[in-house]
């Protein structure tokens, strides 16, 4: 929603926090057009730069609350 009122752009990364557990490497099949990859992972033992993420969405995809 940030993006599409251009409150952001693609240059601020985006940022998650979880526990180191829940870092999981997972296939590009479980991912949709509405999926944002994070930039960075921080967990309470160390900072994950991640790499070779999608492209962001260019904003709200109405198709999924149209019913």
Same mark, same amino acid.
């Given at each position: 929603? &940030? ?12 940022? +998650? %926090?979880?526990? *180191?557990?829940?870092?999981? *490497? &997972? #296939?590009?099949? &479980?991912?949709?057009?509405? *999926? @944002?990859? %994070? *930039?960075?992972? @921080? +967990? #309470? +033992?160390? %900072?994950?730069?991640? /790499? ?8 709200? +995809?109405?198709?999924?609350?149209? /019913?």
């Amino acid at each position: 929603m &940030l993006a599409s009122v251009g409150a952001i752009n693609p240059s601020v990364p985006v940022v +998650t %926090v979880v526990h *180191d557990s829940q870092v999981l *490497d &997972l #296939p590009e099949s &479980l991912f949709d057009i509405h *999926d @944002v990859a %994070v *930039d960075f992972i @921080v +967990t #309470p +033992t160390r %900072v994950i730069e991640c /790499s070779g993420a999608k492209p962001r969405p260019a904003g709200i +995809t109405i198709m999924y609350f149209c /019913s």
